[in-house]
């Protein structure tokens, strides 16, 4: 497993993207997601985010489709930048890995 | 809840809450059913039958019929400390099985449409690692079968966040009913641990 999150590509995106952490009240912060890989990926939001949580959920928009991934930490870097780890275990109907697949297909973006 | 063990043939049907336990000869013994740890029920009889059973099985079935199917789950009966006292374990990697456990529940639940941004809240029915059935405050615009959602329940265990699709609703209507369809495998674990512990109190009374 870790090895294949190592060697997973990260793809430069530019997709609308929600992280959903704790609650409640459950806690809603909409950026753009940057950059995806199997493992994470990096997203920017419009405000500094000033302490690292762990647990919740990442979900982005493309093409009218919502596609969610279980989040183990998100990690604050400057600007507004925000570091998501993917929980390591799959889910039962993981919608992630069709997203990196058609990502894949046509060079990512939304 | 039913149960099954190939040899002898045994079943447990907890169907309306009361978990029963009926031997190939037709007794039927009363048991309760409670959580430990991750994927260990105890199931605890008031006599002292479990180390008997115990050693007339070595292996069970059990499924969790929910109006939508079965559910097989396999696991291992083995006496416990005390007598009485069966556990029910397996391994917790049976995410399709456990994700059809479910019971009456009691608590809050707030949702969040994620694009574009939408709030409502309201109070739990049932709940269950694959979904939940809620009635809402207020019925926002929006709400109608297909939208995707950002939850939060509050579960003893602590707060879970899930990805959900409301199932059944449409606008105007209270009622509603939510599939879990990405959810972490600790806010899993605590959704499963609420919904044995609640068929627990349940048949406890």
């Known amino acids: 497993m870790t090895a294949d999150r190592r060697s997973s590509p990260r793809l430069p995106v530019d997709l609308p993207g929600v992280l959903l952490i704790g609650g409640p009240p ?35 928009l493309r093409s009218g489709q919502v596609s969610a991934r279980p989040v183990r930490r998100v990690l604050p870097a400057e600007g507004g930048v925000v570091r998501v780890i993917f929980e390591a275990a799959a889910v039962e109907g993981d919608d992630w890995d069709p997203l990196l697949s058609s990502l894949n297909d046509d060079g990512g973006g939304p | 809840v039913k149960v099954t063990g190939a040899d002898p043939e045994l079943l447990i049907d907890a169907c309306g809450g009361h978990v029963v336990l009926g031997a190939p000869d037709g007794t039927r013994i009363p048991l309760r059913c409670r959580t430990t740890d991750d994927g260990i029920a ?5 006599g002292s039958l479990g180390e008997h059973l115990a050693g007339m099985i070595g292996g069970v079935r059990l499924w969790w019929p929910d109006g939508r199917g079965r559910a097989e789950l396999t696991g291992t009966l083995s006496p416990g400390r005390r007598g009485s006292t069966l556990a029910v374990t397996w391994p917790p990697t049976h995410t399709q099985e456990r994700r059809h456990l479910r019971a009456p529940a009691t608590g809050r639940i707030e949702v969040r449409r994620l694009f574009p941004d939408g709030t409502a809240s309201g109070r739990l029915l049932d709940l269950g690692a694959g979904g939940a059935a809620v009635v809402l405050d207020h019925v926002p615009a929006w709400w109608e079968a297909g939208v995707r959602l950002g939850v939060s329940l509050h579960l003893d265990g602590g707060p879970v966040v899930a990805v959900a699709t409301v199932v059944r609703g449409s606008p105007g209507d209270f009622a509603a009913g939510l599939r879990f369809d990405t959810m972490s495998a600790t806010a899993e674990d605590r959704v499963v641990a609420a919904v044995l512990a609640a068929d627990s109190r349940r048949a406890g009374r």
């Open chain 2, 42 to 46: 105890v199931l605890s009889s008031p």
């Open chain 1, 26 to 60: 459950l806690a809603r912060m909409d950026g753009t997601v940057v950059e995806v890989s199997r493992g994470g990926c990096r997203m920017l939001l419009g405000a500094e985010v000033p302490e690292e949580a762990s647990g919740g959920i990442l979900a982005v």
